[in-house]
């Protein structure tokens, strides 16, 4: 589950303007542009309301460098380049609030992640040899030759770096991340806010 504050834009890049003045659900919206960072805020509040002494809830932060093609995305240690994980994400259903009273709007998402096992990440064939002389009674051999390494990192492609502060409390972690999209010199900021049941 994800919530992102943010600003709903329409056709011509400008922030939603509609006739009402209560929140309301709105639909055919062109983008969901993010304009707040929310680390400070929960950062602030979870220092107020958690008593992290009791040992009750932690804290965990990394950072990850994503490169994303269509629905796949590998994840990379930003610090040593090693590869970390590759995951399919699904969007199933999004909710866009427009908040007329107030300076940001609200986009809830739920999304499905699968690990992926491809061509580039293959699950391992074992084999059995069952031939006279083979391994038959002594084990099973594993067949290697079908695996094939991911691309590094620094094979290119569209990058997101992200660091990612993780509040872990019983069955829930909460999720708030820093992403700066693109490869150039001034890549784009966005922020995000995740609810995770473990």
């Given at each position: 589950i994800?919530l992102?504050?943010?600003?709903?834009?329409?056709?011509?890049?400008?922030?939603?303007?509609?006739?009402?003045?209560?929140?309301?659900?709105?639909?055919?919206?062109?983008?969901?542009?993010?304009?707040?960072?929310?680390l400070?805020?929960?950062n602030?509040?979870?220092?107020?309301?958690?008593?992290?002494?009791?040992?009750?809830?932690?804290?965990?932060?990394?950072?990850?460098?994503?490169?994303?093609?269509?629905?796949?995305?590998?994840?990379?240690?930003?610090?040593?380049?090693?590869?970390?994980?590759?995951?399919?994400?699904?969007?199933?259903?999004?909710?866009?609030?427009?908040?007329?009273?107030?300076?940001?709007?609200?986009?809830?998402?739920?999304?499905?992640?699968?690990?992926?096992?491809?061509?580039?990440?293959?699950?391992?064939?074992?084999?059995a040899?069952?031939?006279?002389?083979?391994?038959?009674?002594?084990?099973?051999?594993?067949?290697?030759?079908?695996?094939?390494?991911?691309?590094?990192?620094?094979?290119?492609?569209?990058?997101?770096?992200?660091?990612?502060?993780?509040?872990?409390?019983?069955?829930?972690?909460?999720?708030?991340?820093?992403?700066?999209?693109?490869?150039?010199?001034?890549?784009?900021?966005?922020?995000?806010?995740?609810?995770?049941?473990?």
């Amino acid at each position: 589950i994800e919530l992102r504050f943010c600003v709903l834009t329409d056709d011509h890049s400008q922030r939603l303007r509609l006739p009402i003045d209560s929140p309301a659900v709105v639909t055919k919206v062109k983008s969901a542009e993010a304009q707040l960072n929310p680390l400070q805020l929960l950062n602030t509040a979870w220092g107020y309301h958690v008593p992290k002494a009791a040992g009750a809830a932690s804290i965990v932060e990394t950072h990850t460098k994503d490169r994303k093609q269509g629905p796949v995305r590998d994840s990379f240690d930003a610090s040593t380049g090693r590869h970390l994980e590759r995951i399919k994400k699904q969007r199933l259903a999004v909710c866009d609030i427009y908040c007329p009273r107030h300076r940001l709007d609200l986009r809830f998402a739920v999304n499905q992640e699968v690990p992926v096992f491809n061509e580039a990440m293959p699950v391992v064939p074992v084999v059995a040899d069952l031939s006279p002389s083979g391994s038959a009674g002594r084990g099973i051999s594993v067949d290697t030759s079908a695996a094939s390494s991911i691309p590094p990192l620094t094979a290119g492609g569209f990058v997101r770096d992200k660091r990612r502060t993780s509040f872990i409390a019983g069955p829930f972690q909460f999720d708030a991340t820093e992403v700066r999209s693109g490869n150039g010199p001034h890549p784009a900021v966005s922020y995000e806010l995740e609810l995770e049941g473990r």
